[in-house]
Nanobody, 122 residues
Framework: QLQASGGGLVQAGDSLRLSCAAS????????MGWFRQAPGKEREFVAAINHSGSSTRFADSVKGRFTISRDNAKNTVYLQMNMLKPEDTAVYYCAAGDSIMIGTTTHRYDYWGQGTQVTVSS
């Protein structure tokens, strides 16, 4: 089970840190990813990290603003979001996949959290 938290209402330029805590099993050998879905749009890839944290990938729209990290001892993955923009407004989902390679598509992930709302006002 994955539990995402940390969302909220912020102004453009602000920062937020999302957390995704895993329970029920260890995800230390899983890739972890963040996706987001805005109203009326498809779920899109945001960021992903491999099992050790040595490799990350980001969507072009968030490169340079977002970072992803993980603490395997705490079974938790984080998404640090800086310089937030109104277009970052969405429900953010964390996901875990049993693949070795980082994936940027939803089908590469086997487990999903419930989502946390991020709203950025202009």
């Amino acid at each position: 089970q994955l539990q995402a938290s940390g969302g909220g209402l912020v102004q453009a330029g602000d920062s937020l840190r999302l957390s995704c805590a895993a329970s029920g099993r260890t995800f230390s050998r899983s890739i972890m990813g963040w996706f987001r879905q805005a109203p009326g749009k498809e779920r899109e890839f945001v960021a992903a990290i491999n099992h050790s944290g040595s490799s990350t990938r980001f969507a072009d729209s968030v490169k340079g603003r977002f970072t992803i990290s993980r603490d395997n001892a705490k079974n938790t993955v984080y998404l640090q979001m800086n310089m937030l923009k109104p277009e970052d407004t969405a429900v953010y989902y964390c996901a875990a996949g049993d693949s070795i390679m980082i994936g940027t598509t939803t089908h590469r992930y086997d487990y999903w959290g419930q989502g946390t709302q991020v709203t950025v006002s202009s």
